[in-house]
């Protein structure tokens, strides 16, 4: 089983459609969970942190279910500027600074 | 621009070739990390360094690979003997101090390796 998984994708949406993307990861004792996201050929950058209460900044939500190692991250209203590719990021027991990544999904928004 | 800094943006070596990756930290940054990412597959973590020290070199192949963060000047990833396989784009990412709180990393552009 892969440490990190997440839906293979691709995503194709309209704009203003609502989008969820769900990932689950392999180690119980993984510490702290981020969404990241890459845009083609460029860097990973932050979107997210993933806290146990859910966390909302904007039109993106994410939660985490540690019981089901299970995490999530919600788009309402897209955008076509959230075109790129969502990582789910961990990092495992032991190590807060291993970061974890799954392959990552890659979300088109279309006009 | 106060982000990380990578360099060169684009490499391009032949067979047997040495590679050398920099990468400047973001100011105020102590802690510098490596990550590959070969084509269609996720970041993979390589190494974890601090100022003169390798704190965690798990991800780092066996052979040809070595990592410095020295006293004075940038991260350097370098990659001896450079093979076919080794063609990914390279990711520095750096953060602040650790502690028990989430520190995030923020990544540099990369730096695509090609070999020919």
């Known amino acids: 089983r892969k440490e990190v998984e997440q839906d293979p994708g691709p995503f194709n949406v309209p704009e203003g459609a609502t989008v969820a993307f769900n990932c689950t990861y392999s180690?119980?004792?993984?510490?702290?969970f981020f969404w990241y996201r890459q845009d083609c050929r460029k860097e990973p950058k932050l979107l997210m942190s993933?806290?146990?209460s859910g966390n909302e900044d904007g039109r993106f939500t994410a939660q985490l279910n540690r019981a089901s190692q299970y995490i999530s991250l919600l788009i309402r209203d897209s955008k076509l500027s959230d075109s790129a590719t969502y990582l789910c990021?961990?990092?495992?027991?032991?190590?807060?600074?291993?970061?974890?990544f799954g392959k990552g999904t890659l979300l088109t928004v279309n006009p | 621009n106060a982000g990380v800094m990578q360099n060169p943006r684009h490499l391009v070596r032949r067979r047997g070739q040495e590679a050398r990756l920099r990468c400047s930290p973001m100011?105020?940054?102590?802690?510098v990390y490596w990550y590959r990412q070969l084509p269609e597959e996720g970041l993979k973590f390589m190494v974890y360094l601090q100022k003169e020290n390798i704190i965690d070199e798990s991800g780092m192949p066996k052979e040809r690979f070595s990592a410095e963060f020295p006293k004075e000047g940038p991260s350097i990833l370098r990659i001896q003997q450079v093979v076919r396989g080794d063609s990914a784009a390279y990711f520095c990412?750096?953060?602040?101090?650790?502690?028990?709180?989430?520190?995030?990393?923020?990544f540099g552009d990369g730096t695509r390796l090609s070999i020919l």
């Open positions: 990021v961990v990092t495992p027991g032991g190590s807060n600074y291993k970061l974890t």
């Open positions: 990412a750096s953060s602040l101090e650790l502690d028990r709180s989430n520190q995030p990393q923020h």
């Open positions: 180690n119980s004792a993984s510490q702290s």
């Open positions: 993933v806290y146990s």
């Open positions: 100011k105020g940054h102590s802690h």
